[in-house]
């Protein structure tokens, strides 16, 4: 059901869907470039519903909490802590942290957009790829245009 509303949410906006989503896949770093504004959550949560994909988001743990933790989960945010744990700890690396989500999670698409901020970027940073490497699942690719 709500695949269908989210279809026809974006159909309405003049989106069209092209479906080429293996749902065999149970694990992957799924990386969605453009990142050109803060509206692309909100379409490519809606286009990945429409397609049935459970795609999770890692967000800064904060921003789980209220008021924006209810919406942040409905969107598919995973909370992650980055603080040290014990006093002379090294501080938890960001591949590690997200790698160590698939072990907790045997169905985990995780959306990473790989530009690392919305301005318009030449290059995309590399933690992604140490994620699928690290953690050992593939790396599937997704745009919006």
Known sequence: MFEKLAEQSLGLMGWEIDNHWDLNIDQCVMIAA???????????????????????????DSYMKLPFGP????MGGIGIDRSVKHEGQARPSMVQLMSDLFKMHPKLVMLVTPE????????WKTGFYHVAMTAGVPIALAYMD
């Open 34 to 60: 453009p990142h050109t504004s803060n509206w692309d959550a909100l379409y490519a949560r809606l286009a990945l519903k429409a397609l049935g994909v459970n795609v999770r988001l890692t967000i800064k």
């Open 116 to 123: 690392g901020t919305r301005a318009k970027q030449e290059q």
């Open 71 to 74: 919406f942040v989960r409905a």
